[in-house]
């Protein structure tokens, strides 16, 4: 299978946004939940957002609720994320992952085919 591709990332002010994209085969993607994670520097990969197969559920780490969105588009198999407001804590690199395991959305464990990430840096 082929592993998704991540892209959007860059330096932004604090305040500022960005919109990540992954993009994914469609035997990685079709009938999947997705969810994107980061990590930062030093520190422990960490839960962001998912969504459902289709689109009408989705979850959101504490963090970056009411920030961050989350969304999909089926017939293009890809996976976007919407970031707004953007805080130097949320400088990292940012991976895309497909849910293949039964299991909370926010345990990494539940997902493979694991991007190579795209790094997002929020200056203050």
């Known amino acids: 299978q082929v592993q998704p591709v991540e892209s959007g990332g860059g330096l932004v002010q604090a305040g500022g946004s960005l919109r990540l994209s992954c993009a994914a085969s469609a035997r990685t993607f079709s009938n999947w939940a997705m969810g994107w994670f980061r990590q930062a520097p030093g520190k422990e990969r960490e839960f962001v957002a998912s969504?459902?197969?289709?689109?009408?559920?989705?979850y959101y780490a504490d963090s970056v609720k009411g920030r961050f969105t989350i969304s999909r588009d089926n017939a293009k198999n890809m996976v976007y994320l919407q970031m707004n407001s953007l805080k130097p804590e949320d400088t990292g690199v940012y991976y895309c992952?497909?849910?293949?395991?039964?299991?909370?959305?926010?345990?990494?464990?539940?997902?493979?085919?694991w991007g190579q990430g795209t790094q997002v840096t929020v200056s203050a």
């Open positions: 992952a497909r849910k293949v395991f039964a299991g909370d959305y926010a345990e990494s464990r539940t997902y493979d085919s």
């Open positions: 969504v459902n197969w289709s689109g009408g559920s989705t």
